[in-house]
């Protein structure tokens, strides 16, 4: 099945996430070994992308896809559901005064 977004086939899923969202993935995300001049600038440039009322809810579809891709794929985040221990009652023991 084929992945089109705006017109563009997206092949990958970094791709379609780019796609989907107009920015690159790399923007948020940041790269192995940036520097931390290179950080500043990028994180810069995403304020002032979230900045723009094009992009007013860039936040919550971020949010949004980040979510169904965890929910989507878990064994990528070796997310694994949290069983709730029973509540038990505390054990009272001696005589009351």
Do not use: Y
Request: charged content about 30%; glycine content about 6%; aromatic content about 4%.
């Amino acid at each position: 099945m084929k992945c089109i977004v705006a017109g563009h086939q997206a092949v990958t899923e970094a791709e379609f996430a780019e796609l989907a969202l107009g920015t690159p993935v790399e923007l948020w995300l940041g790269v192995e070994g940036e520097s931390d001049e290179e950080r500043a600038a990028r994180l810069d440039a995403a304020r002032d992308i979230l900045a723009d009322p094009e992009f007013g809810s860039l936040a919550d579809d971020l949010i949004r896809l980040a979510a169904r891709v965890v929910d989507d794929h878990p064994d990528l985040f070796n997310v694994i559901p949290l069983v709730r221990p029973a509540r038990r009652r505390p054990v009272r023991r001696g005589v009351a005064a």
